[in-house]
Each structure stands twice: as C-alpha cells, then as structure tokens.
C-alpha cells in the first residue's frame, strides 16, 4: 500500500457525462501527478500540481481539467466523456516540487468505462 | 518530446534465472532520470529501481540491476534470480529535467515460469 487513495475504484458512465475522479496524496507529499493509462497509449502524463499550484502539463485534453486543493487532495474533472476515454487513470504523490530525482508513488488507479 | 521504447512486448524466464529487459530513449537533455516500474495484476504501479543521467555508476537494488549506457541512450534491467513473484507488466520511465514530466514504454509482460 502506497499510502495514495483514490476514489472511487470503478465508474461506469455514459458519452457526453462529465465525472471527478479523486485522489489523496500519502501524508505529508504536496505534489500529486495524474496519468492516463490505456490499451493502446500506455502511460500518458496528465498534469502535475505542487502545493495547489499547477507545474507541469502532459498530453492532457481541453475537455479535462484538475485541481488540487488546499488539504491538498485533488480532483481530475473529466467532461464531454467519448468512448476513447475509458482507461485506467492514475493519481501519484510526492513529497516536493518534483524535483529531479523525486519518487513517486502511485495509487491503486479508477478504472473509468464509458459505454 | 521525448520518447521511450521498450521493443519487447513480452518476455518469460524461468524461476531462478535470470532475464533483462530492454529500454531505449530518445533525449537532447543532459540531465534527467530514468525509472523502472512494475505493474503486477493488482495494477499497482510500484517503482523498482532509478537512475541519476549524471551517474555512471549503476543503479542495483537487491535483485534488480541496470544497465545504463548514456552514449547509447540505453537503460535495461536485469532481474536475477526469478521469483513468481516478479512476474508483472513493467515500464521504462523517462523524466526530464525541464518541466518535469514522465514519459513512459509501452511495457514489457514477464511471465516466470515455475
């Protein structure tokens, strides 16, 4: 157990839906990443936020948007769902900024499904 | 952007021996880390083994050893003595030193055969 929680474990939805998926960062990290993962483009970086700021941006669609809060849990806001989108999505916490060497530590994933 | 290639989708060893897999990237960067992670069915993603670009030294942790040849833009694992256990999806992680974002393989598969 990593010590990152997210909720919930699965959702199942329909297209046009919008959905927010959580995540709480182990005690103590102020970094919390997001990743897409899905069969056909693995791993893909979302975003990164430290200590409720944005840091860094991967390949994160206009329909997706995040945040992360002052108790420092965050929330990945997912909108106008396609069928493309039903992956497993990923929260990991650090204890920094991110700095270089940084380890992160990953929760146990929301499988989201849109039918 | 960065790019990271894992060019085998599968491997098998048998229990106790040993098995490497293989990690290629593309980087213009000097500084930047590379990463070993294992994902078993649970889907629990859990970082193995890391690695400093400024360090020629190689990264072990117990069983788990690299290989990194910066000229070659190469970073493999080497998993000694199989155990059922190690048998899981695993990723080769870039992270760069500009803007600190993560990119990652496609995986490799393991499967130990007992």
């Known amino acids: 157990d990593s010590g990152v929680t997210q909720t919930p474990k699965h959702l199942i939805t329909a297209t046009g839906q919008r959905v927010t998926l959580r995540c709480s960062p182990r005690?103590?990290?102020?970094?919390v990443y997001w990743y897409q993962q899905s069969l056909d483009q693995g791993l893909q970086f979302l975003i990164h936020?430290?200590?409720?700021?944005?840091?860094a941006k991967g390949n994160i669609l206009e329909r997706f948007s995040a945040q992360q809060f002052p108790d420092l849990h965050s929330e990945l806001n997912l909108s106008s769902l396609e069928l493309g989108d039903s992956a497993l999505y990923f929260c990991a916490s650090s204890v920094g900024a991110g700095e270089l060497g940084e380890t992160q530590y990953f929760g146990p994933g929301t499988r989201l499904l849109v039918l | 952007a960065q790019t990271v290639t894992q060019s085998q989708p599968e491997m098998s060893v048998q229990e106790a021996e040993t098995v490497t897999l293989s990690c290629t990237y593309d980087?213009?960067?000097?500084?930047?880390?590379l990463f070993w992670y294992k994902q078993p069915p649970s889907r629990q993603m859990i970082l193995v083994i890391r690695?400093?670009?400024?360090?020629?030294q190689n990264a072990t942790e117990n069983r788990f050893s690299v290989n990194f040849q910066k000229a070659a833009k190469s970073f493999s694992l080497k998993i000694s003595d199989s155990q059922l256990g190690d048998a899981a999806m695993y990723f080769c992680?870039?992270?760069?030193?500009?803007?600190?974002?993560?990119?990652f393989g496609t995986g490799t598969s393991l499967t130990v055969i007992p």
């Open positions: 992680a870039y992270r760069s030193g500009k803007g600190n974002q993560f990119y």
């Open positions: 980087t213009s960067e000097s500084d930047y880390y």
């Open positions: 936020y430290y200590n409720g700021e944005e840091r």
């Open positions: 690695q400093e670009a400024y360090k020629q």
């Open positions: 005690s103590g990290d102020l970094s």
